[in-house]
């Protein structure tokens, strides 16, 4: 069940992105992606960089970031 969730995470971060000018940000609210074991090859299927914040405020700055950048 954990490989197909992950291939599903995969096809769905892809569908974000279609050309070279798009941008975007995944998130990922379940908080079992960073509690459980298996969080971490969830993480690791995404691509680009992973962002896990400590609070709300550091998620909304981390964003900022991106669209700024």
Do not use: C, M
């Not at 050309?19 to 509690?35: C, E, H, K, M, N």
Request: hydrophobic fraction near 35%.
């Amino acid at each position: 069940q954990i490989p197909s969730a992950i291939l599903r995470l995969r096809q769905g971060s892809g569908r974000l992105i279609r050309t070279s000018d798009d941008r975007g940000v995944v998130l990922v609210l379940d908080p079992r992606a960073v509690t459980k074991g298996y969080g971490a090859r969830f993480r690791q299927a995404l691509p680009g960089r992973v962002v896990v914040p400590n609070d709300d405020k550091q998620l909304t700055e981390s964003i900022e970031r991106f669209f700024e950048g």
